[in-house]
Structure formats: structure tokens, C-alpha cells
């Protein structure tokens, strides 16, 4: 009876916490592109170059794709990435984040 329970219990186990880790990676990521927009919105707002700002928003979140949008008075960074889960190749996740920033009036 317990070998029994151990042969389904453990496998479980494990999806659980492959399932967490995975959950916790992409949150992180997320977090991460979400500081990268904020970042590079908040410096082009202050009127730095938009080529420098976007080197530095690639190398703060590599693999992702960054897009700026300047209206006059926003500056707004779209920051977009799609994740594959390691385990499940198949399954990808789309992320998005988004930050605007008032321009700074000199």
C-alpha cells in the first residue's frame, strides 16, 4: 500500500514543483520587462538618446522586443517577450508590459 502511494504521490510532487518554479520564473520576467519599461520611458522622458535608452533597455532584458512611442507630451515603452516552459516546449506565454512617462519640460 505505501509503495503504491509513493508511485503516485511523488510523481505529483514533482509536477507541483516543476509547475511553481515555472510560475515563479515567468513572474520574475515579468517583473523584470515591467522595470525595463519604467527604466527606459522614465529616461527618454528626461530627453536622453533614444538609441542609448534602447541598448541599455536590451541589455537590462535580452530576448525582448522594445517599442517607443512618443506623442509630444508621453513617451510610452512597450516591452514584449514570449516564454516557452521547459518542460512543455509547445506551451508559450506571451508577455507585455507597458510604461509611460511624462516628458520633462526643460
Request: charged share 20%; hydrophobic share 50%.
Amino acid at each position: 500500500m505505501a509503495v503504491l502511494e509513493a508511485a503516485i504521490g511523488i510523481p505529483i510532487l514533482l509536477c507541483i514543483g516543476v509547475s511553481m518554479m515555472c510560475g515563479i520564473g515567468i513572474g520574475l520576467t515579468t517583473m523584470s520587462m515591467a522595470d525595463t519599461a519604467r527604466d527606459a520611458a522614465r529616461a527618454l522622458a528626461r530627453g536622453d538618446v533614444v538609441s542609448g535608452v534602447l541598448a541599455a533597455a536590451t541589455r537590462q532584458s535580452p530576448g525582448s522586443t522594445i517599442d517607443v512611442t512618443d506623442d509630444g507630451a508621453n513617451v510610452t515603452v512597450r516591452v514584449r517577450r514570449t516564454v516557452t516552459i521547459p518542460l512543455l516546449r509547445v506551451v508559450t506565454i506571451d508577455l507585455d508590459e507597458r510604461a509611460t512617462a511624462l516628458r520633462e519640460a526643460w
